[in-house]
T-cell receptor
Framework: SQTIHQWPATLVQPVGSPLSLECTVEGTSNPNLYWYRQAAGRGLQLLFY??????ISSEVPQNLSASRPQDRQFILSSKKLLLSDSGFYLC????????????FGAGSRLTVL | DAKTTQPPSMDCAEGRAANLPCNHSTISGNEYVYWYRQIHSQGPQYIIHGLKNNETNEMASLIITEDRKSSTLILPHATLRDTAVYYC???????????????FGTGTRLQVTL
């Protein structure tokens, strides 16, 4: 079965500091991968998705970036964090065709001070 | 994608059936209805999906009206652990090489009480 590992689970970072959130998956190959963000009291916002190694699509302009260096690794980064980057970051894995079934990881909760 | 409308909140007594409605009057013939839920501080969890026929799995039942303009998610015997935000999403089937890009709206906050 598919397993998603996200780390760190929680972190507190000062404004202007860099960020790296990592997501690795097991139990599947060539998955579609997604990064979502949920700000406090808000809905989920799709940030990035990837349909293959090195293929990244961005949904909204922001100071975040994503990379997929390996088939089952998806990284979310920032060079300088803003207060508005605070939120709950979720990595998800999805099928490459057929039903739109996404499996979400446990998430990384980021607080920018 | 078709827009969906859900009530912002609902209450249900534990042990009773929870019936969560969703309107999707602009749904296209090739769009499926998906339901996810999000328990507090967790990622969303897929529940069920369907096109025309009613569907049932170990978690819930999905009833889609004949004109497909609305649907109801039924949790037959709600428990406290079913307290969550429930999202109704309408989406075409995924084509190979593309991404799901699901949009989660505000959903329905279901509170199951003793």
């Amino acid at each position: 079965s598919q397993t998603i590992h996200q780390w760190p689970a929680t972190l507190v970072q000062p404004v202007g500091s860099p960020l790296s959130l990592e997501c690795t998956v097991e139990g599947t190959s060539n998955p579609n991968l997604y990064w979502y963000r949920q700000a406090a009291g808000r809905g989920l916002q799709l940030l990035f998705y990837s349909v293959g190694i090195g293929q990244i699509s961005s949904e909204v302009p922001q100071n975040l970036s994503a990379s997929r260096p390996q088939d089952r690794q998806f990284i979310l980064s920032s060079k300088k964090l803003l207060l508005s980057d605070s939120g709950f970051y979720l990595c998800a894995i999805g099928r490459y065709s057929g039903a739109n079934v996404l499996t979400f990881g446990a998430g990384s909760r980021l607080t920018v001070l | 994608d078709a827009k969906t409308t859900q009530p912002p909140s609902m209450d249900c007594a534990e042990g009773r059936a929870a019936n969560l409605p969703c309107n999707h009057s602009t749904i296209s013939g090739n769009e499926y209805v998906y339901w996810y839920r999000q328990i507090h501080s967790q990622g969303p969890q897929y529940i069920i999906h369907g096109l025309k026929n009613n569907e049932t799995n170990e978690m819930a039942s999905l009833i889609i009206t004949e004109d497909r303009k609305s649907s109801t998610l039924i949790l037959p015997h709600a428990t406290l652990r079913d307290t969550a935000v429930y999202y109704c999403i309408v989406r075409v089937e995924l084509v190979t090489g593309t991404a799901s890009k699901l949009t989660f709206g505000t959903g329905t906050r279901l509170q199951v009480t003793l």
